[in-house]
């Protein structure tokens, strides 16, 4: 079985560009958002298994969006990805209910596999 995904980033390309790299590596992707609203609306009609999630989006920010999923029924896995490293979100990324954080820079197949294969 597939692991579905959303990708949630503000940045057009860089949401194709991991679409792209996702789907090649055998991933799902079932659609993509730009905010944090788009975000919330998709998580409920898609129902993804995985959501990869961009810390720094307009309106609801990535912290937000993943305090939110983690109170629904069947929550998501949720990884939050960024331009800045993880030491820069200190507590505020320790505290926040999501599976992991892979740096933009460091986004891999084999960074997201590793993450979401820890139960």
Do not use: N, W
Request: hydrophobic share 55%.
């Amino acid at each position: 079985m597939r692991l579905t995904l959303l990708i949630v980033d503000d940045h057009v390309a860089f949401r194709r560009f991991v679409s792209m790299l996702l789907s090649s590596a055998g991933f799902e992707v079932l659609g993509e958002a730009g905010d944090g609203e788009q975000a919330l609306a998709a998580v409920q009609r898609l129902r993804p298994d995985v959501v990869l999630l961009d810390v720094q989006l307009p309106g609801i920010d990535g912290f937000e969006v993943a305090r939110r999923l983690a109170c629904a029924p069947d929550a998501p896995c949720v990884v939050l990805t960024s331009i800045h490293e993880a030491s820069d979100y200190g507590a505020q990324l320790a505290d926040a209910p999501v599976r992991g954080f892979i740096a933009k820079q460091e986004l891999s197949v084999a960074a997201l596999s590793a993450l979401i294969a820890v139960a």
